[in-house]
């Protein structure tokens, strides 16, 4: 069974950092695009980044310069560093996992079409960024 674990999620003043964290288990996460999603209330759940199993990533446009997405296949973990952080970075975050998925699709695909793509995705952390 895929399950995936996000950690890392906080309070932070606009211009600050956090690093999310998720754990994954139950498949080979090597082989697998991983990503992250987020949502707002009141909004769609949105791709964030996406990193497949050759180390290519993608980014939405909101956060290209400010995030990076990374892997470390050896401890099953998937990663994102978040500077210079934003109100409108406010939102719950979720790790997910799709086999045979290129990273952009993440980030192109409405959620509505996504979820059934995916194999898995965790509970979510939440990251508040205050002004």
């Known amino acids: 069974r895929v399950e995936l674990a996000e950690s890392g999620g906080g309070s932070v003043q606009s211009g600050g950092s956090l690093r999310l964290s998720c754990a994954a288990s139950?498949?080979?996460?090597?082989?697998?695009?991983m990503g992250w999603l987020r949502q707002a209330p009141g909004q769609e759940r949105e791709g964030v980044a996406g990193i497949d199993s050759a180390g290519r990533t993608s980014y939405a446009d909101s956060v290209k310069g400010r995030f990076t997405v990374s892997r470390d296949n050896a401890k099953n973990m998937l990663y994102l560093q978040m500077n210079a952080l934003k109100p409108e970075d406010t939102a719950m975050y979720y790790c997910?996992?799709?086999?045979?998925?290129?990273?952009?699709?993440?980030?192109?695909?409405?959620?509505?079409?996504?979820?059934?793509?995916?194999?898995?995705w965790g509970q979510g952390t939440q990251v508040t960024v205050s002004s």
């Open positions: 139950g498949f080979t996460e090597s082989s697998y695009t």
């Open positions: 997910a996992a799709g086999a045979n998925l290129a990273s952009s699709t993440m980030i192109e695909s409405l959620w509505a079409g996504l979820q059934h793509a995916l194999d898995a």
